[in-house]
């Protein structure tokens, strides 16, 4: 008897009614030593619905038998899903008949929930083995790679007949339960309300109820999630809880929540609802003086409305404006210098050398001491042949009346004597000579009025640079304040949010709303709150102290926030630039070397000074940055079920690197970096108004 029920249980068994489906499902190749396939079912669900993705081996008696080593599987990467490793989804079915051979099949399998609708494309899934080439111990091994089917799952969102209205995304089987963690209090003292979702399906990403209590203040606090994926459809329980205030005594009732969900089980809308609790409120405080966290302690609330920032400097036209202005007057200056060196060297020698000779005639000292003017201060050899003019346009050109006028005299009686016939004055080329050391040395040179041209641009263009016009946030800040001095917390936080909506560029509403926050214990809110608000005010050390109490630390390199202001580096940029520009103009324009040399040197300068204003500007900005809310780790795959990568804290600032799907790649302090879920990351970057 014993021998006959050995044979029975060493025989070869045929596939059974509970064999994976992938098993029932699955004719192996007869010619083939191991076959490979995969298999997703149902291949119709929900968004959000649980599906079952499973991969089979069978390997056949001889196969396994040669094997020296087990084989290397690769599970396929999913995209635009989440799975969780189950951990009954390996099994191992031995002696099975199909056909006319036996197997040894072994079994994959995953629970994925699909996060968006449309045709999901799941990829193959590979398997690597080796098998020697003969039967000799030292035999050489030939390796074989198989990769499975391209499997394809479609997911569909839930109809939209009869959908509720208040439904925020919730698909599967589910409970909902609530539990206060005291049943009396009092007033102005808060309790802690527990909401319990438990059930089937993708609990880890279920939404957080919406709560509204008209006697008392709710604030969002914390979430715990458990998830029991060691059966065939996931299950768990994720709980949130709120911080509930009370404004007044006496019995109170948190009334029913309801929590709408899609069942694609009976493929029907459902609603949930919580048992109504009972809070007996004793008379109390009528107002709550300071925030419930003495975390907020350290950001005092802020209570003058000072209206938006401007836009950064360097995102507006202006600037940009003057930035490509500045470099016009030294290329005139430089452009018509080299027309005048041209003009000279087809002249010959230059005027004022000429008239060094005493040997010179009366036309010849009227001709070469106007050209000499014309050369000095760009007159034209027209304006300075009229000599009652001489004097005004040297007036114009910045020259003193005495100088003026004596040259005015000079060329008269050069003039008068050129047509008498008389000759020139002894003294005549030295007291020439004088007139025109002077009027070099009063004159105002055509480089030094595009300097003054050039000035005068840019104090009609930074003026353009000023404050934006005020935003409508001021009534909203006010209503915050006021709700905050009655100890309407989360009335305060809903204000200070839409005085932040309005104005997004206005600090006071960031800061207030960071004390809010934390004053609700939402320290992630709290950290994105003032983070908006420093890199707005980098000099504001109310909210860079508030940021320091914070657990997650803020001194590394992604965290740091330079306390520079933007517009500050930038026109600080801005001026190098100018002042190096408008150098080189007037060093061109006196012909000094020295000056040019300095110019240029000054020029590098700003050109370094932009680059580390540019470095301010992103940096504050905070475009790719993100507050993490803590929890899990960071996974080293864009799955629930991947290995943990590295452990992070509620309120760390994060680098997006890359995002797929639901899942965003970060890099922290610190050199740790992985995949989280989006819904996890709240933005740095101020929203549009």
């Not at 030939?142 to 391209?150: G, M």
């Amino acid at each position: 008897m014993i021998a006959a029920l050995l044979l029975a249980l060493l025989a070869p068994q045929q596939p059974q009614a509970g064999d994976p489906a992938v098993v029932s499902r699955t004719v192996p190749d007869a010619g083939l030593g191991v076959t490979f396939r995969a298999l997703v079912f149902p291949d119709t669900v929900v968004v959000g619905q649980q599906a079952r993705y499973q991969v089979a081996v069978f390997v056949t008696e001889e196969v396994r038998e040669r094997l020296r080593r087990n084989p290397e599987f690769v599970p396929p990467e999913l995209r635009a899903m989440l799975a969780y490793d189950q951990r009954g989804g390996y099994t191992v079915l031995h002696n099975r008949r199909v056909g006319d051979r036996t197997y040894e099949i072994h079994v994959f399998e995953r629970a994925v929930f699909p996060l968006t609708a449309g045709v999901h494309r799941i990829p193959p899934a590979e398997l690597t083995y080796a098998l020697p080439l003969g039967s000799s111990f030292f035999s050489r091994e030939e390796s074989h790679t198989l990769r499975s089917d391209v499997v394809t799952l479609v997911a569909v969102d839930p109809p939209a007949a009869a959908r509720p209205p208040a439904w925020s995304g919730a698909v599967g089987v589910l409970t909902v339960t609530s539990r206060l963690d005291a049943h009396d209090t009092r007033a102005g003292e808060p309790v802690t309300l527990t909401l319990r979702i438990a059930g089937e399906g993708n609990i880890n990403l279920l939404p957080r109820p919406s709560l509204a209590i008209g006697w008392a203040a709710a604030v969002p606090a914390g979430e715990r999630v458990t998830v029991d994926s060691s059966s065939q459809l996931v299950r768990g329980a994720k709980e949130f809880d709120w911080l509930v205030t009370p404004r007044a005594a006496g019995e109170q009732e948190v009334p029913p929540v309801a929590y709408p969900y899609y069942d694609p089980v009976r493929r029907r809308w459902e609603d949930a609802r919580t048992a109504p609790e009972t809070l007996h409120v004793a008379p109390g405080v009528a107002a709550i003086a300071a925030p419930v966290s003495p975390q907020a302690a350290v950001a005092p609330l802020r209570r003058t409305w000072r209206g938006p920032l401007p836009p950064p400097i360097a995102t507006r036209l202006p600037f940009w404006l003057a930035v490509a202005l500045v470099p016009v007057p030294a290329v005139l200056v430089t452009g018509r210098r080299a027309w005048r060196r041209r003009s000279r060297h087809a002249r010959g020698v230059p005027a004022a050398m000429r008239l060094r000779d005493r040997r010179l005639s009366v036309d010849e000292a009227r001709r070469l001491f106007r050209r000499a003017l014309d050369e000095r201060l760009g007159l034209g050899t027209d304006a300075v042949a009229v000599t009652d003019d001489v004097a005004h346009l040297l007036r114009r050109a910045g020259v003193t009346a005495s100088t003026a006028e004596e040259t005015a005299a000079l060329l008269a009686g050069l003039d008068a004597a050129a047509f008498a016939g008389a000759p020139a004055p002894r003294d005549a080329g030295t007291r020439l000579r004088a007139l025109l050391t002077a009027i070099d040395r009063e004159a105002v040179r055509v480089g030094a009025r595009a300097v003054l041209i050039a000035v005068a641009s840019l104090a009609v263009l930074v003026p353009t640079l000023g404050s934006a016009p005020g935003e409508r946030g001021a009534r909203a800040f006010a209503d915050g304040l006021g709700a905050w001095q009655r100890g309407e917390l989360a009335v305060a936080r809903d204000r200070f949010a839409a005085a932040a909506g309005e104005a997004p560029r206005a600090a006071d509403a960031w800061a207030n709303l960071g004390a809010a926050a934390i004053a609700g214990r939402d320290t992630a809110a709290a950290a994105q709150a003032w983070q908006r608000a420093l890199r707005l005010e980098p000099g504001a050390a109310d909210v860079r102290a508030a940021i320091g109490a914070l657990p997650a630390p803020t001194d590394g390199w992604i965290a740091w926030v330079p306390p520079v202001p933007g517009d500050l580096a930038a026109i600080v940029a801005l001026g190098l630039w100018s002042a190096a520009w408008l150098g080189l103009a007037a060093a061109v324009s006196r012909g000094s070397a020295v000056g040019a040399v300095g110019a240029s040197l000054a020029l590098v300068l700003a050109l370094a000074a932009g680059l580390a204003a540019g470095v301010v500007h992103r940096r504050l900005a905070a475009a790719p940055l993100a507050v993490v809310r803590g929890g899990d780790p960071l996974r080293s795959l864009p799955a629930l079920g991947a290995d943990p990568a590295a452990q992070i804290l509620t309120g760390e600032i994060a680098r997006i690197d890359t995002a797929t799907g639901p899942w965003a790649r970060i890099t922290l302090d610190g050199d740790r970096g992985g995949w989280i879920a989006r819904e996890r990351l709240l933005e740095l970057a101020l929203p549009n108004p």
